[in-house]
């Protein structure tokens, strides 16, 4: 056999021999495995893996049988950024008619929880007709991004600039005031959407900012899960890792900071999430077998020990998907057929 | 999913590994994940279920789209005087035995007193 096509983490293009292949696919595991202190990947899951890189077909997909269901983070917003002259409501049509979306999701352009509060009383109206125009379940997503809460940007002090001054108590205090305006925000438009007809809410690229934010996703889940028991509730990570940029934070006694995908996922199942989304970051020069073998390592442990619906987050520059605003079909389709058919994923 | 062209993504994830949405039951099993916290077998199993029919043929689109229009429940190429929007998931709640919320809020809106 000749050489193996496959792209880097950036999305250019390599190509390697077998040996190389398989050498990058153990790197891949053992590298997941050693720093989320979970087993690696099978002998006969590398060999599927392989053979899904050996394929010489440009595309890729499932086994029959094994078609999932997707979610998509900020699906109208896809239709905006490609400058598509569509209003909100006829993007969602195009993904509900155009292309097979399973799922729909309204969203602001800017996807924070933050700046949709104000625009509220505009949104809401949008929701209202899309519920009447639509079949598929309909979520309004945004992301909590907690770092809109610090100065310039918010209202706390900035812990970028206190941690620097040694003032660690200070950056921690702001960590957690920034943490219960995000929570209030989180709880504000969870709760208009949801009254507007929303069939559920999504918590995207979850701890972007650390674990004050992981902290101030999972009470907004908490009490929304309270307040709505029948919601349906959807958290995506932000990345496999939360940072500890507070150190101390917890829920429900379990320490926030270090903690990875299958670690994550038990927290989210006691907040009240029904549907998980583990990610994991590209590492954008290695090559394509050595990130999906570490992504698909993490994911499957997630799986592994999931009581609800795992959707992996397989968006541009995560799970396997090289880092490319054009993701490349081969890529992409090898990056989803992996992760779908080794993890048992109840979804994308 | 996340960010990525509506091609190089959207599309690409449907055709690769999604069941299809409205083309086959993909909508009917995502609603049973997202609300009742299904896995995607028991999802699968439920929907079929429901619907008198197998797991294998919820993802066909031919046999789907049949079996949509007769039950009258939405479908990608619409007809005159089919349900469409509401009006399919008002049925959908009906067929799948779930709460559907925009339903309820429209429920309630109608019965409201005048």
């Known amino acids: 056999m000749g050489k193996i096509k496959t792209r880097m983490g950036d999305g250019f293009k390599v190509e390697m021999t077998e040996s190389e292949v398989r050498k990058a696919l153990e790197e891949g595991t053992q590298d997941a495995a050693e720093r989320g202190r979970v087993e690696p990947l099978t002998p006969d899951d590398l060999q599927q893996i392989f053979e899904i890189f050996a394929c010489p077909y440009r595309i890729v997909g499932v086994e029959e049988g094994n078609e999932v269901v997707l979610t998509y983070d900020s699906l109208n917003t896809k239709i905006k950024r490609a400058q598509i002259s569509a209003s909100k409501i006829q993007s969602l049509q195009i993904c509900e008619r155009g292309l097979g979306a399973d799922t729909l999701e309204l969203a602001h352009i800017d996807y924070s929880y933050k700046p949709v509060k104000p625009i509220i009383p505009f949104e809401k109206p949008i929701m209202e007709q899309a519920v009447l125009m639509t079949i598929p379940s309909l979520l309004y997503g945004a992301m909590p991004n907690m770092g809109l809460y610090s100065r310039p940007d918010g209202p706390c002090p900035n812990p970028a600039d206190l941690l620097p001054q040694g003032k660690i108590a200070e950056a921690r205090a702001s960590y957690e005031e920034a943490a219960d305006y995000a929570t209030a925000d989180m709880v504000y438009v969870g709760s208009q959407m949801y009254e507007a007809g929303a069939d559920g809410i999504n918590f995207d690229t979850t701890a972007a900012a650390g674990d004050a934010e992981f902290f101030a996703t999972l009470k907004a889940v908490e009490i929304l899960r309270k307040k709505y028991p029948a919601m349906g509730i959807q958290m995506g990570m932000a990345a496999e890792f939360v940072l500890g940029m507070h150190g101390e934070l917890e829920y429900k006694g379990v320490r926030l900071a270090g903690l990875y995908p299958h670690e994550q996922v038990k927290l989210a199942e006691a907040a009240g999430v029904n549907i998980f989304g583990p990610a994991v970051n590209i590492v954008t020069n290695e090559t394509l077998p050595w990130n999906i073998a570490r992504s698909v390592t993490w994911t499957k442990a997630c799986t592994d020990v999931a009581e609800i619906p795992v959707h992996a987050c397989l968006g541009m520059g995560v799970g396997g998907v090289p880092l490319a605003l054009t993701p490349p079909i081969d890529a992409l389709s090898r990056a989803s057929k992996a992760h779908v058919e080794i993890c048992r994923l109840d979804g994308l | ?114």
């Not at chain 2, 999802?43 to 079929?48: E, G, I, N, P």
């Not at chain 2, 619907?51 to 079996?67: G, R, Y």
């Not at chain 2, 007769?70 to 509401?86: Q, S, T």
């Not at chain 2, 009006?87 to 559907?100: N, Y």
Request: aromatic content about 2%.
């Open chain 2, 1 to 114: 999913m996340g960010v990525g062209d509506p091609c190089g993504m959207h599309a690409a994830h449907a055709i690769v590994s999604g069941m299809g949405g409205i083309r086959t039951a993909g909508d009917l099993v995502a609603r049973m994940q997202l609300n009742g916290s299904m896995k995607i077998d028991a999802a699968k199993k439920h929907v079929a279920d429901k619907l008198h029919t197998s797991v294998a043929d919820i993802a066909d689109p031919v046999v789907m789209n049949e079996l949509r229009e007769d039950l009258d429940i939405g479908r990608i190429n619409e007809a005159p005087g089919v349900a469409k929007g509401i009006d399919a998931k008002f049925r959908i709640a009906r067929l799948l035995d779930v709460d559907i919320n925009s339903v309820n809020i429209f429920k309630e809106k109608i019965e409201r007193d005048i």
